[in-house]
């Protein structure tokens, strides 16, 4: 176990639709970051935030956004879900800024019907 | 362009075998190496990591060997056991940079 937690585990939702991942990250880490995982693109970074702050973006879609709230955890919301959207979301968090060490979550998997 | 190319995709050893999971980069820029293992349903976990101020990291069972010149790491899995099948993937980051860049991960099966 990690210490991260992510909520839900599973989601089912039709195509057009938003939904809204959650992640808690471990005790004392300021980070998150939030990573998709595709069978076709593999493992692609999405977002970081630290201490509430964006701190750097990948391959985020403009459907899609974050954020951290004060008691530092995150929300990665998802809108206009279109079937390729479907995949397997994971968060991470780190101490600090640096990506080093980061600890993922069991991720939630999300299908776009 | 995935920035951190690996391979093989797939590979099937024995029990007490060793597996070699290869891996190479292009962006001198990179620091610091991790490589992470995930089982079926679970998120991926560090499993040891590097920096190319040194050659080799052993952490039990596991090697890490570097290749500074070659931009090129791998991974051994000394005496391969059967809980040891899983994904696994190499990553790369530098210092300033947030985030992972993964490579496209290695399913491991060990056979008993």
């Known amino acids: 176990d990690s210490g991260v937690t ?8 039709a195509t057009g639709q938003r939904v809204t991942l959650r992640c808690s990250p471990r005790s004392g880490d300021l980070s998150v970051y939030w990573y998709q995982q595709s069978l076709d693109q593999g493992l692609q970074f999405l977002i970081q935030y630290y201490n509430g702050e964006e701190r750097a973006k990948g391959n ?10 004060p ?7 998802l809108s206009s879900l279109e079937l390729g959207d479907s995949a397997l979301y994971f968060c991470a968090s780190s101490v600090g800024g640096s990506t080093e060490t980061q600890y993922f979550g069991p991720g939630t998997r999300l299908l776009v019907l | 362009q995935q920035q951190v190319k690996q ?9 007490g075998g060793i597996s070699i999971i290869n891996c190479a980069y292009e962006n001198t820029a990179f620091d610091y190496f991790p490589w992470y293992q995930q089982f079926p349903g679970k998120g991926p976990a560090l499993l ?3 920096r190319p101020d040194v050659s080799e990291k052993k952490e039990g069972r596991f090697t890490i060997s570097f290749n500074k010149s070659a931009k090129q790491f791998s991974l051994h899995i000394m005496d391969s ?3 040891d099948s899983a994904t696994y ?5 530098s210092s300033g940079d947030y985030k992972l860049s993964f490579g496209a ?7 008993a």
């Open chain 1, 71 to 77: 008691d530092l955890h995150s929300e990665l919301n």
């Open chain 1, 60 to 69: 985020i879609l403009e459907r899609f956004s974050a954020q951290q709230f």
């Open chain 2, 105 to 111: 991960g290695t399913t491991v099966t060990v056979r």
């Open chain 2, 81 to 83: 056991q059967p809980g």
């Open chain 2, 89 to 93: 993937f190499c990553a790369a980051t």
């Open chain 2, 7 to 15: 391979s093989p995709q797939s590979l099937i050893v024995q029990k």
């Open chain 2, 48 to 50: 040891i990591a590097i």
């Open chain 1, 6 to 13: 992510q909520t839900p585990k599973h989601l089912i939702t």
